[in-house]
């Protein structure tokens, strides 16, 4: 299933990629998100971050009691007006879930947008097609909350 996500920020695109590498923000959003656990390793060119968080309630039964998240992202080199191209993708450990696709970062007169054109799949037989949907809620609302996160630490860490 193709799913694709908008989220905007305050900043420019070199602080909006800088940020989302930054081990200290994958720290920022476990905290905010009140994960049990983070885990932030920088690789080239990106950030992988395991956050390892209570199950909600509705998901114990395919997920268990606490799931590991593992996020990475990876940039490309900027264009000239900023703008950069890259790499994401999102796991649930021990269920075949995965969102993954590229970024595109672009600069905007408020400051930059990314855009998450991604490929969602649950691979469960007989079962995965219905609850998809559910899954692939929960986890653009996580997505979407690391623009609320993302735009508070920007705000509280100006330069």
Not at 46 to 55: E, F, H, P
Not at 121 to 128: D, K, M, N, T, V
């Amino acid at each position: 299933m193709k799913t694709t996500l908008t989220l905007n920020y305050t900043a420019s695109c070199d602080r909006v990629a800088a940020m989302l590498v930054d081990p200290r923000f994958a720290a920022y959003v476990g905290e905010a998100a009140h994960a049990n656990n983070v885990t932030a390793t920088s690789i080239d060119h990106g950030l992988t971050a395991v956050l390892t968080m209570d199950t909600p309630d509705s998901a114990r039964m395919l997920l268990g009691r606490e799931m590991h998240m593992t996020q990475t992202i990876t940039w490309e080199d900027s264009s000239a007006d900023g703008s950069r191209q890259g790499q994401m993708s999102l796991t649930l450990s021990g269920v075949p879930v995965s969102l993954s696709g590229p970024l595109f970062l672009r600069p905007t007169p408020d400051g930059s947008t990314i855009v998450y054109d991604a490929d969602f799949h649950i691979r469960i037989p007989l079962i995965g097609k219905k609850v998809e949907k559910k899954v692939e809620e929960y986890l653009e609302q996580i997505i979407h909350a690391c623009e609320e996160f993302g735009n508070q630490w920007l705000a509280d860490n100006q330069r």
